[in-house]
C-alpha cells in the first residue's frame, strides 16, 4: 500500500475544497451577514491541511487498484469533515454532527436536511450547501483526476471507484479528457438551466442555488416549502425537465454532440428511463387528477416534476405527497428504488442495473421452456460479461440487505414503519425526503446522534456504490494486493 502517495493526492483533494469555499467565501463578504469569518477560517484551516499532506515525499507516483478505492472513499470523508466546517463555526449549525450530516447530504446530493428553518440562514451558508451538491454531483474526485498531472494512469482507479453506476466507460481513451468533458458538458447544462429559471422570475441567487440542487440531483433549497413556494408552473416545469436530463447517462451528450442521434434515441437503458417515468406521471396524474386536484394541469405538473424529483434522487417537492392516495405515494416509494442512469449524478440502485436484471429474469424463463439453449444477456446488442451480471446481482442483493437491516435499527428511534424503511431508502438512494417521519415537510433534526451518524454512512454508501466503502472496512483488503 503506498501510503504517502495516497495521503499526498487527499491533500490536493483538500486543497481543491479549500478553493471551492472563496465562492460562499465572497457571496459572505458582500452580503455581511456574519458568516465570511466562518468560511475564512475554514477555507485556511482546510488549505493548510492539504498543502501539508502535498509535502510528503514519495518515491513512486503509482496509484493501484487499491489506493484508487481508498482515495475515493477517504477523499469523500475528508471532504465531508472539513465541509462541515462553515456551518458549524458560523453557528448556523451548533452541533458539529449535525454539521456533518449536512454536509454528507451535500456532497453525496442527498438533500435530507437536520435544519428545520433554512430561510433564516446567512446567503453563504445556503451558496456552500447547494454548490456542496454541484460539486459532488460529478464526483469530488473526478475533479482531481481532470486537473492533476502526479495522478497520471491511476485516474482510471480512482474514476472507476467513484463514477456512478455498474461500469465506468472512458468516453475518449485518456480518463483525464474523458474528466474534462464530463464537466464542459456539466457547465454548460448548468448555465442553461441557470438563464431559464432567472426567466422564470427567480433572482440570480435562486437561480444558481435551485441549478446547483438539480444538476446535482441533491434538493437542497433557499425555501422551507422548497420550489413549491415559488408557485410559478414554469419554474415547475423547467426543474422539473432538468432534473430528467440530470439523471440521463452524461456520455449520451457527447455522443449527440458527436452527431451520434441514432445511437441515442436506439440506448437501451435511456428507453427504459424515459419509460418508467411517462407511465409513473401517467399513473399519478390519473390518480390525483380524481382524487385531489380536479384539475388535469395541476395533477399533471405536479406528477411530473415529484415522479422526477424521486426517480433522478433529487428530492425537491412542489406538494406535500403525502396528501396523496396510498397508490401514489406506493409509485414514488418503488421509484426510490429505481433512481437515475449509469453515468448520470443520480442515485439509488440505477436504470442500467434494473435493466440488466429485467433481462436476466427473462432469460432465466425462457431457460425452463428451453433447458437446452444456451442464452446470453444482451444490451445494446452486446453482450453483458458474467463477472458483470454478477457484480449487477450481488450489488442488488447487498443494497437490499443494507435497506433492510439498515430499517431495522432505524424503527429503534421509535418511529412508524414507513418512517423508518423510508428514511434507509431516502438516505442510502441520496434522495433526501421520504415519507411520514421524514417526509416532504419533515427534517431529519429529531434523530438521535447515532441514527444521525448511521444515516450519513448510508449516505456514502449510496454515493460510492457500497462495494468501495464496504471494501475498505474488510481486514483483507489492506493484506492483500492488488
Same mark, same amino acid.
Given at each position: 500500500?503506498?501510503?504517502?502517495?495516497?495521503?499526498?493526492?487527499?491533500?490536493?483533494?483538500?486543497?481543491?475544497?479549500?478553493?471551492?469555499?472563496?465562492?460562499?467565501?465572497?457571496?459572505?463578504?458582500?452580503?455581511?451577514?456574519?458568516?465570511?469569518?466562518?468560511?475564512?477560517?475554514?477555507?485556511?484551516?482546510?488549505?493548510?491541511?492539504?498543502?501539508?499532506?502535498?509535502?510528503?515525499?514519495?518515491?513512486?507516483?503509482?496509484?493501484?487498484?487499491?489506493?484508487? %478505492?481508498?482515495?475515493?472513499? %477517504?477523499?469523500?470523508?475528508?471532504?465531508?469533515?472539513?465541509?462541515?466546517?462553515?456551518?458549524?463555526?458560523?453557528?448556523?449549525?451548533?452541533?458539529?454532527?449535525?454539521?456533518?450530516? $449536512?454536509?454528507? @447530504?451535500?456532497?453525496?446530493?442527498? +438533500?435530507?436536511?437536520?435544519?428545520?428553518?433554512?430561510?433564516?440562514?446567512?446567503?453563504?451558508?445556503?451558496?456552500?450547501? @447547494?454548490?456542496?451538491?454541484?460539486?459532488?454531483?460529478?464526483?469530488?474526485?473526478?475533479?482531481?483526476?481532470?486537473?492533476?498531472?502526479?495522478?497520471? *494512469?491511476?485516474?482510471?482507479?480512482?474514476?472507476?471507484?467513484?463514477?456512478?453506476?455498474?461500469?465506468?466507460?472512458?468516453?475518449?481513451?485518456?480518463?483525464?479528457?474523458?474528466?474534462?468533458?464530463?464537466?464542459?458538458?456539466?457547465?454548460?447544462?448548468?448555465?442553461?438551466?441557470?438563464?431559464?429559471?432567472?426567466?422564470?422570475?427567480?433572482?440570480?441567487? !435562486?437561480?444558481?442555488?435551485?441549478?446547483?440542487?438539480?444538476? +446535482?440531483?441533491?434538493?437542497?433549497?433557499?425555501?422551507?416549502?422548497?420550489?413549491?413556494?415559488? =408557485?410559478?408552473?414554469?419554474?415547475?416545469?423547467?426543474?422539473?425537465?432538468?432534473?430528467?436530463?440530470?439523471?440521463? =447517462?452524461?456520455?449520451?451528450?457527447?455522443?449527440?454532440?458527436?452527431? #451520434?442521434?441514432?445511437?441515442?434515441?436506439?440506448?437501451? $437503458?435511456?428507453?427504459?428511463?424515459?419509460?418508467?417515468?411517462?407511465?409513473?406521471?401517467?399513473?399519478?396524474?390519473?390518480?390525483?387528477?380524481?382524487?385531489?386536484?380536479?384539475?388535469?394541469?395541476?395533477?399533471? &405538473?405536479?406528477? %411530473?416534476?415529484?415522479?422526477? @424529483?424521486?426517480?433522478?434522487?433529487?428530492?425537491?417537492?412542489?406538494? =406535500?405527497? !403525502?396528501?396523496? *392516495?396510498?397508490?401514489?405515494?406506493?409509485?414514488?416509494?418503488?421509484?426510490?428504488?429505481?433512481?437515475?442512469?449509469?453515468?448520470?449524478?443520480?442515485? @439509488?440502485?440505477?436504470?442500467?442495473?434494473?435493466?440488466?436484471?429485467?433481462?436476466?429474469?427473462?432469460?432465466?424463463?425462457?431457460?425452463?421452456?428451453?433447458?437446452?439453449?444456451?442464452? *446470453?444477456?444482451?444490451?445494446?446488442?452486446?453482450?453483458?460479461?458474467?463477472?458483470?451480471?454478477?457484480?449487477?446481482?450481488?450489488?442488488?442483493?447487498?443494497?437490499?440487505?443494507?435497506?433492510?437491516?439498515?430499517?431495522?435499527?432505524?424503527?429503534?428511534?421509535?418511529?412508524?414503519?414507513?418512517?423508518?424503511?423510508?428514511?434507509?431508502?431516502?438516505?442510502?438512494? =441520496?434522495?433526501?425526503?421520504?415519507?411520514?417521519?421524514?417526509?416532504?415537510?419533515?427534517?431529519?433534526?429529531?434523530?438521535?446522534?447515532?441514527? &444521525?451518524?448511521?444515516?450519513?454512512?448510508?449516505? %456514502?454508501?449510496?454515493?460510492?456504490?457500497?462495494?468501495?466503502?464496504?471494501?475498505?472496512?474488510?481486514? &483483507?483488503?489492506? #493484506?492483500?494486493?492488488?
Amino acid at each position: 500500500m503506498n501510503y504517502k502517495m495516497m495521503f499526498k493526492v487527499l491533500g490536493y483533494i483538500l486543497l481543491i475544497i479549500a478553493l471551492t469555499m472563496i465562492p460562499p467565501l465572497v457571496i459572505a463578504l458582500i452580503t455581511g451577514e456574519g458568516d465570511f469569518p466562518a468560511f475564512l477560517i475554514s477555507s485556511i484551516i482546510t488549505g493548510v491541511c492539504g498543502a501539508a499532506l502535498t509535502r510528503i515525499p514519495t518515491k513512486k507516483n503509482i496509484i493501484k487498484v487499491k489506493e484508487g %478505492l481508498a482515495i475515493v472513499t %477517504l477523499g469523500w470523508l475528508f471532504a465531508s469533515v472539513f465541509g462541515a466546517l462553515p456551518f458549524y463555526l458560523s453557528g448556523s449549525i451548533p452541533s458539529f454532527v449535525d454539521a456533518l450530516f $449536512e454536509t454528507v @447530504s451535500g456532497f453525496t446530493t442527498t +438533500g435530507a436536511t437536520i435544519i428545520k428553518d433554512i430561510e433564516v440562514l446567512p446567503k453563504g451558508i445556503l451558496f456552500w450547501r @447547494s454548490f456542496s451538491h454541484w460539486i459532488g454531483g460529478m464526483g469530488i474526485l473526478v475533479v482531481a483526476v481532470a486537473v492533476l498531472p502526479l495522478i497520471g *494512469s491511476g485516474g482510471f482507479h480512482i474514476f472507476k471507484a467513484e463514477s456512478p453506476g455498474p461500469v465506468a466507460d472512458k468516453i475518449v481513451p485518456r480518463i483525464k479528457d474523458t474528466a474534462k468533458i464530463l464537466y464542459v458538458t456539466y457547465i454548460v447544462i448548468t448555465l442553461t438551466e441557470f438563464v431559464l429559471l432567472m426567466f422564470g422570475g427567480m433572482t440570480p441567487f !435562486e437561480a444558481i442555488v435551485h441549478t446547483f440542487g438539480t444538476l +446535482g440531483t441533491g434538493g437542497f433549497s433557499t425555501r422551507n416549502g422548497s420550489i413549491g413556494a415559488f =408557485n410559478n408552473s414554469y419554474i415547475f416545469i423547467v426543474i422539473s425537465i432538468f432534473m430528467i436530463m440530470s439523471g440521463t =447517462n452524461f456520455s449520451l451528450y457527447y455522443d449527440l454532440f458527436k452527431g #451520434k442521434w441514432r445511437d441515442v434515441i436506439k440506448n437501451s $437503458e435511456l428507453r427504459l428511463y424515459l419509460g418508467i417515468i411517462f407511465v409513473s406521471v401517467l399513473a399519478i396524474t390519473i390518480d390525483t387528477n380524481f382524487s385531489l386536484y380536479h384539475n388535469w394541469f395541476e395533477a399533471f &405538473k405536479h406528477s %411530473l416534476f415529484q415522479t422526477s @424529483s424521486i426517480i433522478t434522487t433529487t428530492g425537491y417537492t412542489t406538494a =406535500n405527497y !403525502e396528501q396523496w *392516495s396510498t397508490f401514489s405515494q406506493g409509485v414514488l416509494f418503488v421509484l426510490m428504488f429505481v433512481g437515475g442512469s449509469a453515468g448520470s449524478t443520480g442515485g @439509488s440502485i440505477k436504470v442500467m442495473r434494473i435493466l440488466v436484471l429485467i433481462k436476466v429474469l427473462k432469460r432465466e424463463l425462457t431457460k425452463i421452456l428451453h433447458p437446452r439453449a444456451i442464452l *446470453s444477456v444482451r444490451v445494446g446488442g452486446q453482450p453483458v460479461a458474467d463477472d458483470t451480471l454478477l457484480n449487477i446481482a450481488s450489488f442488488f442483493m447487498l443494497y437490499m440487505l443494507i435497506f433492510a437491516f439498515g430499517s431495522i435499527i432505524i424503527s429503534l428511534e421509535g418511529i412508524g414503519f414507513m418512517g423508518a424503511t423510508s428514511a434507509v431508502a431516502a438516505t442510502l438512494g =441520496n434522495i433526501g425526503p421520504g415519507f411520514e417521519f421524514v417526509g416532504p415537510t419533515q427534517t431529519y433534526a429529531d434523530f438521535s446522534v447515532f441514527s &444521525k451518524l448511521l444515516l450519513s454512512f448510508f449516505m %456514502l454508501l449510496g454515493r460510492l456504490e457500497l462495494f468501495t466503502v464496504i471494501a475498505l472496512l474488510t481486514p &483483507k483488503f489492506w #493484506k492483500t494486493e492488488l
